[in-house]
């Protein structure tokens, strides 16, 4: 078999990023998975094979399992709360207003600026001041002073508060009878100072949502809607059958790339409020962090990262095979 | 001809953008005679050994006073030149990172900065990845000239049972100091309470007056932490607080029950907004806003960095005492450098570390950085150089007085692993305060340490 001259050349040029990809990418991967089943706990490496020891301690601390569910918690809120506003932005961009160009821009801004700075921009904002405590008189900040809210019943990102199923509640009974007393736990929960870091988050990505579903929305044929008009459908009809379902693999796309940034978030929190009272927002990221480099448990460390690994993997695989999918039919 | 001369302007400006840039990445290059900047800088001789040291001191007092340490080791030394690489990062936790991967890579500097005591030992020492300086202490007579407290906390016995010291401590901090607002405390006849049953007397007085008594910033936990020490201290004194770090003193005892509902009862007196504080900003609480007016807060327990906070801020009006329950005992943590065993030119490190331990080496440092010398024969700076504040002279009387114990929030007491746990512990204590939970999670901190069993 003759190979062309085109294929080699071809080859060759691809040669030295798919080298560079599998050593730094998958070889670290595959590195990070066998430290993870090695005792080195201290800075000297020690291979020792413990098995999944690493793995059994970091799931009997109940930090990481706060971690995981400051996680899911962020990722549902976020994601929820970027979607509808970009889809919000998106509509009110898409009615042919003047200075259109001058509004998307505003709205995107946010995107260009890093999480660090966004972080401690929304930290003094959302930051309490002090309550009126020992009679002293209250001295409101940031958003309670702006909107002359009391410090001490809204507490931002020094609210220590989880939200949960308590003893006291109606339905806890009820839950333990049939079963799932476990959901009854502050471990499955809504932590209230997390909702101040979705609030940062979403200032910062919605504008990059609004703008995907503005690509989509243009792409959408008008005499589609033309049609639907002069078979007389109002137009909130058009968006829910037609606009919406249309726009399905924008919001899709948007999920995954919203989904991936929640699971890795490290930079917002850390900027804002660090693990946060109580670690309310603490986020596994910074959880591994310092396992490894503050406290040299680099095994342990290693199998945060997995973890962390698996749960993006669980995002993004299903999304690349259903793009694939995609393509193969287009 | 206009054309070429602006082509061959914009050649030379890029070859100096690129020169530049390649002298400013490699740490180790010493920088020429011109860039050395302020008058009386010693330059690097052509021949020059270059010394790496790694710091986390970037600005401020702290940055001039080790880079007038490291110039007046260059001035005397021509046959080597110092460097300062420093790693900006509050207490060295981004420098830590750095230097750990150095460490790994068998490339370390030839000194850097670390905190005397477990910090050093169990990350670097135990590892085997530094050298003793045994002789060092001997020939200089540090021996005697360091307080058996900090002897204690620098040196460790290898496996044979042999006392060897690793590391030399260029300045010592105390971490349990009260500091006050002093026209509070006088329009109230109060005094600085000695013992946490006058603390709450007073602290009771002041919320009476509708004055926070006590500002604390725990957004970054270790001053919650230090806190908690600081109870420790006044509950079990110097012998048995030591004990709990080395396994003699039982964490599950009522004597530490009893420190730990005293700890609860203290967090119902601090500030409500402390977790979004950093320690400097609720230090600034004890500042009024104007003067006359009321300050936010009476009291903040914080290490003595705490007046350089307050010295910054133009602030005189205040005053301070060892932390409750702490008359007589010092808290100490230190800065220090060692002997990696991977150093380039261990001679010149040496002679680098006999000046970092000297009296006249520490009396050039500590007046900048707000400390007081770790060496008992320094405390008068020669006339013409910076001299000691009255805090400092004031901290040297009971440096030499006092009981020293180690601190674990500074890595002097625990190892790095043992404070994390602490810190977690702590971190759930603030948002849920049991007292059986925290001493629990203590106990269990303390045996995965490998220290209790």
């Given at each position: ?32 998975g ?77 995107m ?18 002090q ?127 919203l ?25 596994p ?46 | ?81 110092v ?7 509050g ?76 590391s ?45 008594p ?37 964490w ?14 203290i ?7 402390h ?85 006249a ?33 004031w ?32 971190t ?11 001493q ?8 995965d ?5």
């Open positions: 078999m003759r190979i062309s001259r085109d294929r080699v050349s071809s080859l060759l040029v691809i040669a030295p990023s798919v080298l560079a990809v599998a050593i730094f990418v998958y070889g670290l991967i595959i590195w990070t066998y430290i993870s089943t090695v005792q080195w706990d201290t800075l000297r490496p020690d291979y020792t094979p413990v098995g999944l020891a690493n793995y059994q301690s970091i799931f009997a601390q109940n930090r990481f399992l706060m971690d995981i569910r400051n996680t899911v918690v962020f990722t549902i809120f976020f994601i929820a709360a970027s979607l509808t506003i970009g889809l919000l932005l998106a509509n009110l961009i898409d009615r042919q207003i003047r200075a259109e160009g001058v509004f998307r821009n505003i709205f995107v801004f946010p260009a600026v890093s999480f660090i700075v966004t972080g401690v921009v929304w930290k003094w904002i959302l930051s309490p001041g309550a009126a405590s020992f009679g002293t008189p209250a001295a409101p900040q940031g958003v309670n002073q702006l909107f002359g809210l009391d410090p001490a019943s809204n507490r931002w990102l020094t609210d220590a508060h989880v939200v949960y199923i308590a003893p006291d509640s109606p339905i806890y009974g009820f839950l333990h009878s049939i079963g799932l007393g476990f959901i009854t736990s502050p471990n499955i929960g809504i932590p209230i100072a997390l909702l101040s870091i979705v609030l940062a988050a979403v200032w910062q990505m919605s504008g990059f949502v609004m703008v995907l579903y503005l690509a989509g929305l243009r792409g959408i044929p008008e005499e589609l809607k033309e049609a639907a008009r002069v078979d007389g459908c109002s137009e909130w009809r058009i968006f829910r059958h037609i606009v919406f379902p249309l726009l399905t693999p924008i919001t899709l796309s948007a999920m995954i790339i989904g991936h940034i929640s699971l890795k978030i490290y930079d917002l929190t850390v900027a804002m409020s660090g693990s946060g009272p109580g670690f309310s927002t603490d986020t990221a910074l959880f591994m962090w310092q396992t490894a480099f503050r406290d040299d448990y680099f095994g342990r460390g290693a199998a945060v990262a997995i973890i962390m690994l698996l749960l993006v993997a669980g995002v993004v695989v299903p999304y690349l095979v259903w793009n694939r999918r995609q393509e193969v039919e287009a | 001809m206009k054309l070429p001369s602006r082509r061959i302007l914009a050649v030379i400006s890029v070859a100096a953008l690129v020169a530049s840039a390649c002298t400013s990445s490699s740490s180790t290059t010493a920088p020429s005679a011109g860039a050395a900047g302020a008058s009386g800088t010693c330059a690097a001789a052509a021949n020059a050994t270059p010394i790496e040291a790694v710091s986390w001191w970037t600005t401020g007092g702290e940055a001039a006073g080790f880079n007038a340490i490291i110039n007046k080791f260059n001035c005397d030394n021509p046959q080597y030149f460097t300062n690489s420093a790693i900006a990062g207490a060295g936790s981004v420098a830590q990172a750095a230097l750990q991967n150095r460490v790994l890579n068998g490339t370390p500097p030839d000194t850097f900065q670390v905190h005397m005591g477990h910090e050093l030992l169990d990350t670097y020492v135990t590892p085997g990845y530094m050298d003793n300086l045994d002789d060092l202490y001997t020939t200089n007579g540090w021996t005697t000239q360091f307080p058996k407290g900090v002897l204690d906390i620098v040196s460790a016995k290898d496996s044979s049972g042999t006392l060897h010291y690793y030399v401590p260029l300045d010592i901090h105390r971490a349990n100091v009260l500091w006050y607002n002093k026209t509070v405390f006088t329009a109230n006849n109060l005094t600085a309470p000695t013992t946490w049953d006058q603390f709450f007397t007073v602290a009771d007085a002041l919320k009476a007056k509708g004055i926070t006590l500002a604390v910033g725990d957004n970054g936990i270790w001053a919650n932490g230090m806190l908690l020490e600081d109870v420790l201290i006044g509950q079990l004194g110097a012998d048995k607080f030591d004990g709990l770090w080395t396994g003699t003193t039982d599950s005892s009522p004597d530490v029950t009893t420190a730990l509902t005293t700890y609860q009862k967090l119902t007196y601090v500030n409500s907004d977790s979004s504080l950093t320690w400097d900003q609720a230090a600034d609480y004890l500042i009024p806003a104007s003067a006359g007016a009321q300050p936010k807060a009476a009291m903040t327990i914080m290490g003595d960095w705490a007046a350089g906070e307050f010295d910054n801020k133009g602030f005189t009006d205040y005053g301070w005492a060892a932390a409750p329950g702490g008359t007589g005992i010092y808290q100490a943590l230190a800065d220090s450098f060692g002997l990696p065993s991977k150093a380039k030119d261990k001679d010149g490190v040496k002679k680098f570390l006999t000046l970092l331990g000297s009296a080496g520490q009396d050039i440092f500590n007046p900048y950085k707000g400390s007081i010398p770790a060496n008992t024969q320094a405390g008068n700076p020669p006339a013409g150089q910076k001299q000691y504040s009255t805090y400092q002279k901290a040297m009387g009971e440096w030499k007085a006092d009981t020293i114990v180690p601190s674990m929030e500074h890595g002097a007491a625990a190892a790095p692993s043992w404070k994390g746990a602490v810190e977690t512990a702590v759930a204590f603030v948002a849920n305060p049991d007292v059986p939970t925290l629990t999670a203590l106990v269990q901190a303390c045996k340490a490998k220290v209790c069993k």
